[in-house]
């Protein structure tokens, strides 16, 4: 069964109120993505300061290229670690909201079973969409960048200009098509290459739909940080008490809301984007889950007249 998108918002929702479990794997991955982060910039900053103990001895420009290579390749490490925990966390939630659109309900067993199953997938895809990302940005960056320096300055601002209008064309494209790849991967679960076809086929076709789906979780959560700062203002008398405490409760609440947006806000999108992707008709004779209100589900009273004897 098809949906519209006006449908897929709206069930959407009520998919995420019945199945507030997909926000788990969002909550995991923050928590695990900050303890990655403090350890390995701990990790990183004991590795660089052992090569720039060991090469001391060395030439100065072989020290400063030991201590550079040592400091780009523990960081591509730890930056790969951590991708790869948020791939098996994503993949996992995809599948959780594929599993509610389907059949109504989701457990966690769902996020382990298609994390292990298409986290690698989802990996890739974010490598390679990363490369995609940052590579003609650093390309269209030489000509200005190299025009500056040969003291050509109007010609320099002039490619600046160029380049940078190229640059926001290019990156919009290629995120409004990155935006259901994911759901594609799983979705699908036909490898990298035909997510990514299937992703390009449906972004190409249905492009008001993904940016109806990326205006409602942008307003979703610019709604919601809105409501968050009016309940926090009150902390801002903390300024007047002392500018340090206000700075680590402001900090706190900040941290606060990004783990209650991750559990709540972003599933709610994963589940939309879900929807909106399955509704084309893929997986077969499998048809979308139509979930009812919660008033729906309550007992009805009775229509007759109880007769007591």
Request: hydrophobic share 50%.
């Amino acid at each position: 069964m098809a949906e519209t998108i006006e449908e897929s918002l709206k069930n959407g929702v009520l998919s995420w109120r019945n199945n507030l479990e997909i926000g788990v794997p969002y909550l995991l991955s923050m928590i695990v993505t900050t303890i990655l982060i403090l350890v390995s910039v701990l990790g990183v900053t004991l590795i660089t300061a052992a090569t720039s103990a060991l090469t001391q001895n060395m030439d100065s420009s072989l020290s400063s290229f030991s201590v550079l290579a040592a400091l780009c390749l523990s960081g591509l490490v730890a930056f790969a670690l951590t991708a790869a925990f948020n791939a098996y966390f994503s993949a996992g939630a995809i599948g959780m909201s594929l599993e509610a659109a389907i059949k109504g309900r989701t457990t966690l067993s769902d996020m382990a079973y298609y994390g292990r199953k298409s986290w690698f997938d989802i990996f890739k895809v974010n490598m390679l969409w990363a490369a995609l990302l940052v590579l003609p940005g650093i390309i269209l960056l030489v000509p200005p960048v190299y025009a500056f320096y040969s003291g050509a300055v109007p010609q320099g601002i002039a490619l600046t200009v160029i380049g940078t209008a190229i640059y926001l064309t290019y990156a919009v494209v290629l995120c409004l098509m990155y935006t259901i790849t994911g759901t594609a991967v799983v979705v699908d679960g036909k490898g990298v290459v035909q997510g990514i076809n299937s992703a390009k086929v449906f972004s190409s076709k249905n492009k008001t739909k993904i940016l109806l789906v990326v205006f409602a979780y942008m307003g979703t959560l610019s709604g919601a940080s809105f409501a968050w700062s009016v309940l926090t203002s009150p902390l801002g008398l903390l300024q007047l008490l002392s500018p340090a405490v206000y700075g680590i409760a402001q900090g706190l609440m900040v941290l606060l809301f990004l783990l209650i947006a991750s559990f709540m806000i972003t599933p709610l999108y994963t589940i939309w984007l879900t929807r909106t992707y399955i509704g084309k008709g893929v997986k077969g004779a499998r048809t979308i889950h139509s979930p009812a209100s919660r008033h729906l589900n309550r007992e009805q009273p009775a229509k007759q007249r109880e007769i007591y004897v």
